[in-house]
């Protein structure tokens, strides 16, 4: 870790980055004064070539104005970040180019910042604040409202067009509705209490945030995570995998009312979950992970259960891929559509399916080489186009990599003796902080916790796969139509609740 005056912040920065090469992988902020050292800043830039995540810390001194120089004219992908962060504590990046609210809304008023110290987790505040959309300006312009409240069941989102005639000229996108508090709420619990929310800040993403948020612990601790138990959380972590992309291919379709793949989408992601149900004793896997390895084996019953679902699954997928091949009026509609330059990729640290499928290779089981993955034979799928299209083929290759990779942990499991499943009577380093990742369906998920000398959390910050990627959506609708939002939409399949954590 680097650690610098808040002055230093950008200089470091800029050295950890090695001048733009290394991404920017998450941004946040930490209120320190009850352990007597101010504000500080952690930047975290990832090192594929160490397989290392590098930490920049830059603190502010107790009786100092909390103000920066901002990093985003430098990291396009800190925009974001150091908005939450205004948000969030008022530490204000001087020079911010949009240092509009992003998490908080309407509803609370100016100068409440939740995430400092002295505000109560059970606070009850009310307040005005101003919140703008931006659109384009111009004669013969109009906008066109979508959401917060949407035709499907899905969670709330606001997004703002500028149009000139049908073509989009800006969309701005309001979000962070239901935002819950997580980070506030999990101050004060014990690392057991807390894993039980993390398991549920998002359905898709259970077992990504759970091993995310378990090796942000478990660096904390002296004692190892027993190798059986790291074989079947990577066994569960592909599952998830697997059931996200075979579903998120069908939901693409319905982008189009194409509506016979979406279907067989659907079908083959229920298959997938009752698999999961008879694995873990929960559709989404929750239960199994916890801090020091996990609960229970996978035993010969399950293998099986999962061998059978992978042979009927895999088999009927290559159908609907096939189906896809064939359209002609399907392939019109998503080549060349809502295309992602890698520049742009690059630029915004953008994450998983997002990002590889235009060029930029990004996929934390390689690059951060993390429990068993760099013992089995995967290929990090990427695309050139950026495009709809790419993003489908991105996820297509994906699900045969992934039945590949629990086929092979399959062996593992089988072959190998049960070593323990659980480190037992873990104590951990108080007042340090520390991060965890893993790639879910969407990119990586990282968590960064630190505890207090009671052995509570302190700070728990969670970066999911969709927050990097949420700010390239609008990018991608420029010069397109209203007509191909939700089809440009359904191809990251970015989520909601990892935003409103």
Not at 118 to 147: C, M, P, S, W, Y
Not at 158 to 181: N, V
Not at 446 to 472: C, E, G, T
């Amino acid at each position: 870790m680097i650690k610098v005056k808040s002055t230093g912040l950008r200089g470091a920065a800029n050295v950890c980055s090695h001048n733009g090469r290394n991404p920017l992988t998450a941004m946040f902020a930490c209120d320190e004064t009850v352990l007597g050292q101010g504000y500080a800043i952690y930047c975290l830039f990832e090192d594929c070539h160490a397989h290392d995540i590098q930490v920049v810390r830059a603190q502010f001194e107790m009786d100092e104005e909390l103000k920066y120089e901002s990093l985003t004219p430098l990291f396009p992908a800190a925009a974001w970040y150091e908005r939450e962060i205004f948000d969030m504590f008022g530490i204000e990046p001087l020079n911010h180019p949009d240092l509009r609210p992003l998490v908080l809304h309407e509803s609370y008023p100016e100068g409440f910042y939740p995430l400092r110290k002295k505000v109560a987790v059970d606070a009850n505040i009310h307040g005005e604040r101003e919140f703008k959309i931006a659109t384009a300006q111009g004669e013969g312009l109009f906008e066109v409202a979508v959401g917060p409240i949407h035709a499907g069941i899905i969670e709330p989102g606001h997004f703002r067009f500028s149009q000139a005639g049908e073509a989009i000229l800006q969309l701005d996108a309001k979000l962070f509705y239901t935002h819950r508090g997580i980070e506030k709420a999990v101050e004060g619990k014990t690392v057991d209490e807390a894993l039980f929310i993390v398991e549920r800040i998002c359905g898709a993403c259970s077992i990504a945030n759970t091993l995310s948020f378990c090796q942000a612990v478990e660096k904390l601790s002296e004692k190892s995570v027993p190798r059986r138990a790291w074989v079947i959380r990577t066994c569960l972590a592909e599952l998830e995998r697997l059931y996200n992309h075979v579903g998120d291919t069908g939901n693409l379709c319905a982008g189009v009312g194409f509506t016979v793949p979406n279907n067989i989408g659907a079908r083959l992601k229920e298959l997938l979950m009752r698999c999961n149900e008879q694995v873990a004793g929960n559709r989404f896997l929750r239960g199994m992970i916890v801090p020091g390895g996990v609960l229970f084996d996978i035993d010969e019953e399950k293998r099986n259960v999962i061998a059978s679902t992978l042979d009927t699954v895999e088999k009927e997928y290559e159908r609907l891929v096939q189906i896809l091949s064939e359209q002609d009026g399907f392939l019109n509609r998503v080549k060349n559509t809502g295309i992602v330059l890698k520049k742009t990729a690059t630029d915004l640290s953008m994450v998983g399916v997002g990002a590889r499928a235009s060029g930029f290779s990004r996929d934390s089981r390689k690059d951060l080489a993390y429990g068993i993955y760099p013992e089995l034979s995967f290929d990090v799928i990427t695309e050139q186009a950026g495009d709809v299209y790419a993003r489908l083929l991105v996820r297509e290759k994906e699900v045969r990599e992934s039945i590949k990779l629990v086929r092979q942990i399959l062996e593992l499991i089988n072959s190998e003796d049960n070593s323990g499943l659980r480190a037992a009577d873990l104590t951990y380093r108080a007042e340090e902080g520390s991060w965890g990742i893993s790639e879910s369906a969407r990119g990586s998920d990282l968590h960064w916790v630190m505890l207090d000398k009671n052995q509570k959390i302190y700070r728990l910050f969670v970066r999911s796969a969709s927050y990097p990627n949420w700010p390239a959506l609008p990018v991608a609708l420029h010069g397109e139509i209203i007509p191909d939002f939700p089809l440009v939409n359904k191809s990251f399949e970015l989520c909601y609740a990892c935003l409103d954590r």
